[in-house]
Nanobody, 116 residues
Framework: EVQLVESGGGLVNSGGSLRLSCSASGFAFDDYAIGWFRQAPGKEREGIVCSSAVGSSDKSEWYADSVKGRFTISRDNAKKMVYLQMNSLKSEDTAVYYC??????RGQGTQVTVSS
């Protein structure tokens, strides 16, 4: 069974930082691109970052313009963990953040609230 469990969300002041973690299990972690998306109340889901599969011929990371230069994704393949380092947070970053695989699985989400 595929499981993705996010943690690390919370309340932070504008300009602050948070590091989200995602623990993965139940699938061949190295074989999948994995990323984060977020959903704010009343807004559509927004994909924000993705990291290619370990064996991909095109090892790359993609960032949405809204987070480029502020957020960084990393993955620890040995631990089957994915991290999202979020710096220079803004009030518009307030949302529930989900870890997801390219196969369509996602976790339960973790709330990030940025206070202005």
């Amino acid at each position: 069974e595929v499981q993705l469990v996010e943690s690390g969300g919370g309340l932070v002041n504008s300009g602050g930082s948070l590091r989200l973690s995602c623990s993965a299990s139940g699938f061949a972690f190295d074989d999948y691109a994995i990323g984060w998306f977020r959903q704010a109340p009343g807004k559509e889901r927004e994909g924000i970052v993705c990291s290619s599969a370990v064996g991909s011929s095109d090892k790359s990371e993609w960032y949405a313009d809204s987070v480029k230069g502020r957020f960084t994704i990393s993955r620890d393949n040995a631990k089957k963990m994915v991290y999202l380092q979020m710096n220079s947070l803004k009030s518009e970053d307030t949302a529930v953040y989900y870890c997801a695989t390219a196969g369509g699985s996602r976790g339960q989400g973790t709330q990030v609230t940025v206070s202005s």
